[in-house]
């Protein structure tokens, strides 16, 4: 079976820190350009950060930059982000998507496989 599954969700404090995986199942993400998005209650769901396939070209979106990394671990069909000092307004469900025909793309319908979403909640 072909997916993704987010984990490393929660609850943390304005300011904290959290790692976010995406790890994939029936296929190798060294191949497909990997971003994650978030979505906040009433919103739309958002382009955070995307790691494109081959060269491994990062891209963060500029309200998350110096904050959030994005990695990949080939050995463990995994990617990462890492994050610190969240923002209370950073609450969201944060989702992974892969792309195997993409790059440097942020446009949701691109996107081949999803997660089903990991819960950051930002409070004190």
């Known amino acids: 079976q072909l997916q993704l599954v987010e984990s490393g969700g929660g609850l943390v404090q304005p300011g904290g820190s959290l790692r976010l995986s995406c790890a994939a199942s029936?296929?190798?993400?060294?191949?497909?350009?990997v971003a994650w998005f978030r979505q906040a209650p009433g919103k739309e769901r958002e382009g955070v950060v995307y790691i494109n396939s081959g060269d491994g070209t990062t891209y963060y979106v500029d309200s998350v930059k110096g904050r959030f990394t994005i990695s990949r671990d080939s050995a463990k069909n995994t990617i990462y982000q890492q994050i610190h000092s969240l923002k209370s307004s950073e609450t969201a469900v944060y989702y992974c998507a892969g792309g195997v025909a993409i790059r440097s793309s942020f446009i949701l319908a691109q996107y081949d496989y999803w997660g089903q979403g990991t819960q950051v909640t930002v409070s004190s």
């Open positions: 029936g296929f190798s993400l060294d191949y497909y350009t």
